[in-house]
């Protein structure tokens, strides 16, 4: 769990630091992008309190090519879209954004957490990245597990 107690709570104390750093910029348009799969996390799991609610992942044209080759070329980019997840009655309905996580493919430039560059938007406010330089430790943590697999966990379904 220590590791994972990043997303909204390590992700305010790095904010201030973070707005300050030329990074990864907000995925314009990633809601006309391709869906690759969606999830809910409830309260319970271990991941709850990081990554609780419902998600859906985008993919842009780039990375569906990646995700149908296993070969992720530069400009490949990911999203990762947290909402509040609503349960009334029987029915499970989508809340607010809680936070917009993006991964962005660039070899060379983002070496050091295997290729990818990571980043998230609080609320999905692009005015609010709250990574910065701390991907190695907010993200590529867990990623880096999934080094067979182009540090990814998800694939494209049809
Ligand atoms: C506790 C481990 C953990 C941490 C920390 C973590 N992730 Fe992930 N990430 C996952 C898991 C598990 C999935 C797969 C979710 C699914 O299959 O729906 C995932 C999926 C993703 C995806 C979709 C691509 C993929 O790998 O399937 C993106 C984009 C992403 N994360 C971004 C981030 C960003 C940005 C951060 C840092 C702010 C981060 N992640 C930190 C575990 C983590």
């Known amino acids: 769990m220590g590791k994972v107690a990043f997303w909204l709570l390590g992700a305010l104390a790095f904010a201030v630091q973070a707005s300050e750093t030329p990074g990864i910029g907000y995925p314009e348009g990633y809601r006309d992008w391709r869906h690759v ?6 309260p319970g799991h271990a991941l709850y309190e990081s990554f609780g609610g419902i998600h859906h992942l985008y993919a842009n044209p780039e990375a569906v090519e ?17 909402l509040e997840a609503r349960h009334e009655g029987n029915t499970l309905a ?8 993006v991964m962005v493919r660039d070899a060379r430039k983002h070496a050091s957490t ?3 560059g990571f980043e998230a938007f609080a609320a999905g406010d692009p005015k609010r990245p709250v990574v910065g330089e ?9 990623h880096a597990a999934r080094q067979s697999d182009n540090y990814l966990f998800s694939s494209l379904r049809d």
């Open 37 to 42: 799969k969606t999830m809910e996390i409830k």
């Open 66 to 82: 990646g995700y149908r080759s296993g070969r992720f070329r530069d400009g490949a980019v990911i999203v990762f879209d947290l």
């Open 94 to 101: 989508e809340g607010g954004r809680k936070v917009l996580g």
């Open 114 to 116: 295997g290729g990818w």
């Open 134 to 142: 701390d991907a190695a430790k907010a993200c590529f943590g867990c």
